[in-house]
């Protein structure tokens, strides 16, 4: 499943990105915003989107939208297991890179600095990237989660 949550500056891409989705057979739940309201608050969809993620990190997805991005990964992020990512345009390497050596289950997407093409072509490749479970990648992420829950890394 892949979870969608954006306020009114994403709102215009969240929409075609519905149906991006669809004609690529995804499943999705749309988190909000439903409606376009000016004076929304993103973090209160994208902490939908990041919850439900933290859920099920290894089985869901999710996909979040503002007006440079930062803040909806910030939200994402608090939630346990959840790995966002922050894309600005241009660079698609970082795309493939985040989600095959961090395990991504969160793309975070600037609704205003990149346009409705790298927009898709972003997500396409980010979605059918794959987590690449060398050793190295994985002690990391177990790294990160250790971090979690103690606020200190262990090696080893």
């Known amino acids: 499943m892949i979870y969608l949550g954006t306020d009114h500056r994403g709102f215009e891409l969240k929409e075609k990105i519905k149906l991006w989705l669809k004609e690529w057979n995804y499943d999705f739940e749309d988190c909000g915003a439903l409606e376009y309201d000016p004076k ?40 346990k297991h959840v790995r966002a990512a922050l894309y600005y345009g241009k660079l698609l390497d970082m795309i493939k890179l985040a ?5 991504t289950n969160v ?8 346009t409705e093409g790298e ?4 997500i396409k490749l980010w979605l059918e990237t794959k987590f690449t479970f060398e050793e190295r990648h994985v002690r990391r992420i177990k790294e990160i989660e250790q971090i979690e829950e103690t606020g200190k890394v262990i090696h080893g």
């Open 107 to 114: 793309l975070s997407l600037s609704a205003t600095y990149i």
């Open 40 to 79: 929304d608050d993103y973090p209160d969809f994208v902490h939908r989107v990041g919850k439900k993620v933290s859920a099920d990190p290894d089985n869901s997805f999710g996909i979040v939208l503002g007006h440079t991005g930062q803040g909806e990964a910030i939200v994402a992020n608090k939630y």
């Open 99 to 103: 989600k095959e050596h961090n395990h």
């Open 119 to 122: 927009a898709k072509e972003a």
